[in-house]
């Protein structure tokens, strides 16, 4: 029984045949997969064997399975940190403008406190 799921286009459509974009893109992601140690060198080469081989689309199910998920989203601009790999520590971010905030509500308040004790008093 396959991990993929019945909506997997090798699932769902496996006599379609295998486009030249289809090869590329498993291509990139077996390259991807072996170059972060997910694959061995033994089933990277089997795995690129059968892609240039299959002619349908099911024929491919035994190269896509157990690959990492495809990343189908884009991380916000916020979690990205522009350097380094998750785990890593980088440097710290500078607080002045964290402090520039801050200081400015708290002069904020200040001045209506001011202005309700003028406005009490008066």
């Not at 072996?34 to 199910?61: C, I, K, M, N």
């Amino acid at each position: 029984m396959s991990e993929l799921p019945i909506s997997s286009p090798y699932r769902s459509k496996p006599d379609e045949p295998v486009s030249d974009d289809e090869r590329d893109r498993l291509s990139r992601r077996l390259n991807e997969a072996f170059t972060a140690g997910t694959l061995s060198q033994d089933d990277y080469r089997e795995r690129l064997d059968r892609l240039f081989a299959a002619q349908r689309l099911g024929e491919l199910v035994p190269v896509v399975e157990g690959l990492p998920p495809l990343q189908t989203y884009q991380s916000p601009a916020i979690v990205e940190t522009g350097s380094g790999r998750p785990g890593e520590l980088v440097e710290a971010r500078s607080g002045n403008r964290l402090a520039l905030v801050a200081g400015g509500a708290v002069v904020g308040v200040v001045v209506i406190l001011l202005i309700v004790l003028l406005v009490v008093l008066l």
